[in-house]
């Protein structure tokens, strides 16, 4: 019954798409903005790279929006304009990222040697020359204090968010309302706050597992709030399922809502750990520094990954701002790993 | 099944339908509900100790701990001046400058993101923005330190030599270094991210047939987004860079690494010194008496009721947009 | 005053009375039409038009040829490619990413999609109203009758004020909003809306005007009231609306193309006068769908 089979050899196009041809006026006119940027650093007091790209900018954008008004009218020229803007305001933000993350690679990986890995800094000082010390102590009290932050905060989070999104009693409102209040609390008060509370008035003295007070404050609003978008997107059939083949509420939600939600509740501690790792503020306040490895995270102090970093900028020479930018690059490598990992998770579908 | 007039029925009363809950489900329901309230405590409990321990803070100073200017620890018996007025101007300035500079990169670059860039770059640069948001504040401070700073120092001099007639950016002396201009610069990269992300996701929800009406009108790209996004996102990248400032109101090894601190007001963002609250507590902590840092404690609870008032007021306006959009 | 009683073999007595109601309509609308008087430009052509949404063919060769000062309703059932038709007319159809097309629209003879072509004034003279009533809430009504001009910053030669009454009135919304035009055009009713924007269209003088289901959403007593207008505005310019409701192509269409798909992408079947399409199609197929044999 159809009559089209003779179709099949026309091919989809795309007019619309700009082709390469009408690209050259453009192209001119920034080889135009080029030379013309060149003249006027030469001939004017204009000097240096910020008159060069501020030049160019305008040049550029000049000149394309005067040939879109001379060609299409004032509306286009305006249009023109604007994504030229939207473009360079773009890039501008992409700058810093890519400088951080050059710059850390680059001057961190100076000091990246294997032995750093085996060894702590209680028989170096910062200003050493780096063929000796190492940041093990930092990388392993990083460990502990996300570890026991972890412990603290996953319970807490993890059914908060249940009750939002199985339970959603009288009080949800307010709770969330409470939890991002929470989110907003500054690193440095929690750190104030685990003192004042604790250390204040007592005899307790500043351990790891003090230390990881306040970072658990600083955990729970984000797992919490992941975890939720996460269980919401568990379909409300597979708990009608459950509570249909007669179960409670409470095994339908540990039996199949949270196996449902595994992977994402995985992204949301992952989310979380990786906001914490990097904290220094509350650490200054909670938890005195350390040269070596502290197994007992009851008393005494601690190193720990940004707190290594905060040493070496701290001390200022030449030795201890090169431990630093390798610490720093020590733990960005952490926070890219963490940050890849609950991407990985977060896409794995909800089985 | 006619209704006859004769005998009209009523309708009947609603049957109020109750279960017994399982004793399993009552201590589920109970568990959950207690834990849920630990974010209750916790916020009661920073604001009570901070503001108990620094209750002395308060009355020894009155008013005059949020309103003087001068902070000096009392030595050998002389009074203690605790005035947070500097710190608190000092905050302000520097979250100024960081929103001023901050926000509108992100909006250009939601717009960017939302309605310019193909797709394929579109999801590199939200894989780098989102990444961005998860550095660590002290690589900020570490970086500003060290790569911003002659950069910031540079266009700090220009802005002087052009703009130096404005009091805000006058200088009683050449020292662009380590000055509030600079750790705004560093907070304003801070906050992108967190702006960004928020103003691409109210952008994304504009209603697509009012797009469609202002371009089947014969509008530009940039025509449409003035008159459709642009009203329509309008509050909610309001409270975007709200979230911001409440970010940016806290920070503090980031600022502590590139800011000179003095505890003196500082008007002028170029002129290098200045501090925040942040800072201040970090920086005296290590020599405090046991006033002072009681004093320090009734600082932090002044931050605290700071950044939570600015975060729940960017919520609630984040969350109006969302909803009144629809 | 059709003849379909003869041509009926005893069929259903249901289908050939609304066949018949149809196309007694259909004549009266024919009847009381003048042939197309002031018609602007020399109207619209389609030629060989296909569409696709990725590596779905969607619409397959269809040729249409809308002469100027016509109505032309587009019939069909649903997903048969109408929309997706009208919507490469004005060049709305590329805002989809994946989408892609074949074939000419010739604009007074010009092609719109040659490259080069301004896309923003094709569609100033190509204007649309859509399903579902869409004024900008951040404007008032009068704001929003102008916002074409502003959007594409261009002048009308009359003033504001008398352009806001000529397009409000053909419109046929002058009289309930004359008073209230600074008023916010959140506050009008369903069909008022849909009246506003198609004021809001009229504004930027379009010679043909696109309409995509614009009464499915709305009141039979504002459904008449908009049939009313396309009247009105089918003197001056060239209509193309697409319809479910077959009566409602009978009562105000010139001439009906009825598409359709079988699986495959749409075509276009048949096109003719419209009391000829629905009295006396040429296609079997037409004729099952007049006569409400699916659909």
């Known amino acids: 019954m159809t009559t089209f089979t003779s179709t099949n050899s026309v091919k989809p196009t795309k007019p619309w798409k700009v082709t390469k041809r009408q690209l050259i006026p453009s192209f001119s006119l920034l080889i135009a903005a080029a030379i013309a940027t060149y003249l006027v650093v030469l001939l004017t007091p204009m000097k240096g790279k910020l008159a060069y790209v501020l030049l160019f900018f305008i040049f550029g954008t000049g000149f394309q929006a005067a040939l879109s008004w001379s060609k299409r009218g004032k509306s286009a020229a305006v249009d023109t304009l604007a994504a030229s803007i939207m473009m360079s305001g773009g890039m501008i933000v992409f700058l810093p990222v890519v400088s951080l993350l050059y710059t850390t690679v680059v001057k961190g990986f100076k000091g990246l040697r294997p032995q750093i890995f085996t060894h702590t800094m209680e028989s170096t000082s910062y200003s050493d020359p780096l063929t000796s010390g190492g940041l093990l102590h930092a990388i392993i009290g990083t460990l502990f204090l996300i570890a026991i932050a972890t412990v603290i905060s996953l319970p807490l989070s993890i059914l908060t968010a249940l009750y939002l999104t199985e339970i959603k009693g009288k009080a949800s409102g307010f709770i969330q309302f409470l939890v991002q209040a929470m989110s907003g609390v500054p690193s440095v008060v929690a750190g104030i706050f685990i003192y004042a509370a604790l250390l204040l008035t007592t005899d307790l003295r500043g351990s790891t597992i003090i230390g990881a007070l306040p970072l658990a404050i600083l955990m729970i609003p984000t797992v919490t709030r992941t975890a939720q978008e996460v269980l919401l997107l568990v379909p409300s059939e597979l708990r009608e399922a459950g509570l249909a083949l007669g179960a409670t509420q409470w095994k339908t939600v540990a039996t199949i809502v949270v196996p449902a939600a595994r992977n994402g509740l995985i992204t949301a501690v992952i989310l979380g750990v990786a906001r914490i790792a990097g904290e220094t503020a509350p650490l200054l306040f909670t938890l005195g520094t350390s040269d070596k490895v502290n197994w007992n995270i009851f008393s005494g102090g601690q190193n720990a990954l940004p707190y290594y970093v905060w040493s070496g900028l701290r001390d200022g020479t030449e030795g201890g701002l090169q431990r630093a930018w390798t610490g720093i690059l020590v733990l960005l490598m952490l926070v890219l790993t963490l940050f890849v990992s609950a991407r990985i998770f977060g896409s794995r579908k909800v089985k | 099944m006619t209704l006859t007039a004769n005998s009209p029925k009523a309708i009947p009363e609603k049957r109020q339908i109750t279960t017994k809950p399982r004793v399993s489900d009552k201590i589920f329901r109970g568990v959950l509900t207690a834990m849920s309230m630990s974010s209750l405590l916790i916020l009661t409990l920073i604001g009570l100790f901070l503001s108990l321990r620094g209750f002395q803070a308060f009355q020894t100073q009155g008013i005059g701990f949020i309103t003087k200017v001068d902070w000096t620890a009392g030595v050998d018996g002389s009074p203690d001046t605790f005035g947070l007025g500097a710190m608190i101007i000092g905050t302000l300035i520097i979250s100024a400058t960081a929103l001023v500079v901050g926000v509108p990169l992100s909006v250009l670059t939601a717009l960017f993101l939302t309605f310019y860039a193909p797709e394929r770059l579109k999801r590199a640069l939200v894989t780098l923005v989102d990444l961005m948001a998860s550095f660590p504040s002290i690589l900020f401070g570490l970086w500003g330190f060290i790569v911003l700073m002659p950069m910031a120092e540079y266009w700090a001099q220009l802005i002087h030599k052009y703009l130096g007639w404005i009091p805000v950016f006058g200088m009683p002396s050449p020292a662009y270094t380590r000055s509030p201009f600079i750790a705004g610069l560093v907070l304003a990269i801070m906050i992108i991210p967190i702006v960004t992300s928020v103003s691409r996701e109210i952008f994304n929800q504009t209603p697509l047939d009012r797009i469609q009406a202002a371009y089947a009108l014969g509008a530009t790209r940039w025509a449409m987004i003035k008159a459709v996004v642009l009203p329509f996102g309008a509050s909610g990248v309001v409270g975007g860079a709200m979230l911001g400032l409440g970010r940016a109101l806290g920070e503090t090894v980031a600022v502590y690494s590139v800011l000179n601190i003095v505890f003196k007001v500082n008007f002028q963002v170029l002129y290098g010194f200045g501090g925040n609250i942040a800072s201040m507590i970090v920086g005296k902590w290590g020599e405090a008496s046991l006033t002072e840092s009681k004093a320090l404690l009734a600082a932090g609870f002044v931050l605290f009721v700071m950044t939570l008032v600015v975060n729940l007021l960017a919520n609630f306006i984040v969350r109006r947009t969302v909803k009144t959009g629809k | ?295």
């Open chain 3, 1 to 295: 005053m059709s003849n379909v009683n003869d041509d009926n073999n005893g069929e259903d007595m249901s289908t050939t009375a609304s066949t018949n109601s149809l196309s007694s309509v259909a004549a009266q609308h024919a009847a009381q039409r003048q042939p197309g008087t002031a018609p602007l430009g020399s109207g619209l052509e389609a030629r060989e038009i296909h569409a696709w949404f990725g590596k779905h063919h969607a619409l397959a060769d269809v040729s249409l040829d809308f002469a100027a000062g016509t109505v032309t309703a587009l019939i069909g059932p649903s997903g048969c490619g109408k929309s997706t038709f009208i919507r490469t007319l004005n060049r709305m159809h590329e805002f989809i990413p994946s989408a892609a097309m074949a074939g000419e629209v010739l604009l007074d003879g010009k092609d719109i999609y040659e490259p080069g072509v301004d896309v923003t004034k094709i569609r100033l003279q190509i204007g649309m109203v859509f399903q579902k009533p869409n004024p900008f809430p951040s404007m008032t009504i009068g704001q929003n009758v102008l916002s074409g001009l502003k959007l594409a910053q261009i002048k009308s030669p009359k003033s504001n004020d008398d352009l806001l009454e000529e397009c409000l009135t053909r419109a046929g919304l002058w009289s309930e909003v004359k008073d209230r035009l600074g008023a916010h055009a959140g506050g009008l009713s369903g069909g008022q809306q849909q009246r506003l924007c198609i004021a809001r269209s009229l504004a930027v003088n379009p010679k043909v005007l696109l309409m995509d289901e614009p009464c499915s959403a709305l009141d039979p007593g504002s459904t008449l009231r908009i049939e009313d207008t396309i009247g009105q505005l089918a003197k001056t310019m060239t209509i193309i609306i697409v319809t479910h409701n077959m009566q409602q192509a009978a009562r105000v269409s010139d001439y009906t193309a009825f598409f359709l798909s079988d699986g495959g992408p749409g075509q276009m079947i048949e096109v003719g006068p419209t009391n000829e399409m629905f009295s006396r199609p040429k296609d079997q197929r037409t004729e099952n769908y007049v006569s409400g044999r699916f659909g």
